[in-house]
């Protein structure tokens, strides 16, 4: 049977190329600011997307409410993207840092914890494409950092629940992105 996955969409640009990844399954979209946890009741998974010009969640939490309510009281696996990243941050009271410029294109990403989301990864170093401004300077006590770069971290995972996030963009299968093994090692999980 074909699992069941709902994209809760932040607003990303790269909607098209996530749920080209995501063609072997059953997707649902729902609205970052209409989704209520009753919604995702029945999927085998949620994937928080990218963001878009609405806000950022480190200054305006208000915004990602209904998000950060279902990170907080979900069961169901969720994986976390760019401003999903933020989002799981958010939730478990990580601190943010906010940079001057954007960070775009393909970067490096150095793998610290051998972890089952890195399987079929060769060696320990990732290319990844980033496009973002904010960082995770200091996870919150129930999350741990999986993979760094230059600026900050770039996987983490919860303790003790089957949330992971990243703060490059899987879904973007240009050459050199290794984020698309990471996606569907997730996948494989659930």
């Known amino acids: 049977m074909q699992k069941r996955i709902m994209i809760i969409n932040n607003g990303t640009h790269f909607i098209d190329d996530l749920m080209k990844s995501l063609s ?6 729902k609205d970052f600011q209409t989704v209520e946890l009753g919604d995702i009741e029945g999927f085998d998974s949620v994937i928080l997307s990218g963001g878009g010009t ?4 480190a200054d305006n939490a208000a915004l990602y409410q209904n998000e950060i309510k279902i990170v907080r009281e979900s069961k169901v696996p969720i994986f976390g993207i760019c401003e999903g990243f933020q989002v799981i941050g958010k939730a478990f009271d990580s601190v943010f840092q906010v940079f001057e410029f954007y960070r775009q294109g393909v970067k490096s990403v150095r793998v610290l914890l051998d972890d089952p989301i890195f399987r079929g990864i060769k060696n320990l170093e990732l290319r990844v494409f980033e496009y973002h401004h904010i960082a995770i300077e200091h996870l919150g006590e129930e999350l741990k950092s999986l993979a760094v770069s230059e600026d900050g971290i770039e996987v983490m995972k919860h303790k003790d629940r089957l949330i992971y996030a990243s703060q490059f963009h899987p879904e973007e299968l240009q050459d050199g992105n290794d984020g ?6 997730f996948l494989s999980m659930i």
């Open 24 to 29: 072997q399954y059953q997707v649902e979209i």
């Open 54 to 57: 609405l806000g950022e969640v």
């Open 180 to 185: 698309h093994i990471i996606l569907n090692n």
